[in-house]
């Protein structure tokens, strides 16, 4: 069983991602490292939503490709010949690809590269996880989105919205909770448009999250405008819940209404 050191860069959803990576790890048999000095092999779970935030996972892929090395994340399923011209030794594993970590870990120790890109229909609620801070559940609510936005480089590497089922999302909520968490993030691709694809919404969702009988908090992630329309009146409904953090993360893009139209 080898060592393997993990680190995220990013968005909540990264760090999520990160959590369950290193879960699935752990469930293999393998042993987490705090500094990649001490691993076998390196994870970096990425980001790639700036150029700015870009060119530091280049830099890092760098400093860490000495060992066997996994690139995790959305900079490989978005720019996968970035990481390729940097190394073309480190397997790629793709945000919607968890369900193959151990596989290309175990490849990856063998010498053999391996690429995992493509999307799956596993849903990450309940895959196990290590957490970054043990009173924070992180729990991916859904993955993708419904827009088409042309400055995004998210939407090429989580794809179209897949949202994750109601009582599902609830019941890892309550095994959250019954782990010691005492605060639990909501988040995804964007929040906003959860649910529409499966016939519910974000705030039938808070509202349930809301009605669990513990003592905890709950902090909604980001979502676009566009979306708040269809949700609004509810969304404020379901905030009135002393659980929820009275908290939005609602990016304004630009202040011309030109500008918002030719990015779409």
């Known amino acids: 069983m080898a060592k393997i050191f993990v680190e995220a860069y990013g968005c909540s959803a990264s760090f999520a991602d990160s959590e369950m990576i290193s879960g699935l790890i752990v469930n293999g048999g393998h042993t987490l490292v705090k500094d990649s000095s001490e691993s076998d092999l390196n994870i970096v779970v990425t980001c790639s939503v ?8 280049i830099h890092r892929i760098k400093s860490l490709k000495s060992k066997p090395l ?5 900079l490989p399923k978005a720019e996968k010949n970035t990481v390729e011209k940097i190394t ?10 968890l369900g193959k970590t151990l596989q290309v870990i175990d490849s990856t120790l063998r010498g053999v590269r391996q690429v995992a890109l493509e999307d799956s229909d596993l849903s990450k609620v309940g895959l196990p996880k290590v957490r970054l801070n043990p009173v924070i559940g992180i729990i991916e609510i859904a993955s993708g989105c419904m827009s088409e936005c ?3 480089q ?11 089922r109601l009582g599902d999302i609830v019941r890892q909520v309550e095994t959250e909770i019954s782990e010691g968490c ?23 969702l808070v509202r349930a999250v809301s009605e669990i009988p513990e003592d905890f908090m709950i902090r909604v992630g980001m979502m676009n405008p566009m979306y708040m329309p269809r949700i609004k009146d509810e969304l404020i409904d379901s905030f009135d819940s002393d659980k929820v953090y009275k908290f939005l993360h609602i990016p304004v893009q630009s202040g011309s209404d030109k500008v918002l139209n030719d990015m779409k």
């Open 50 to 57: 700036k150029d700015s935030t870009a060119n530091k996972m």
């Open 70 to 74: 996994v690139v995790a994340g959305c």
């Open 88 to 97: 073309q030794k480190a397997s790629l594993l793709g945000p919607n690809s």
């Open 150 to 152: 042309t400055f995004c």
């Open 154 to 164: 998210t939407k090429l590497s989580k794809g179209d919205l897949k949202s994750y």
């Open 182 to 204: 005492k605060e639990i993030w909501l988040t995804s691709t964007d929040n906003g448009c959860y649910g529409f694809d499966i016939n519910t919404d974000l705030p039938t």
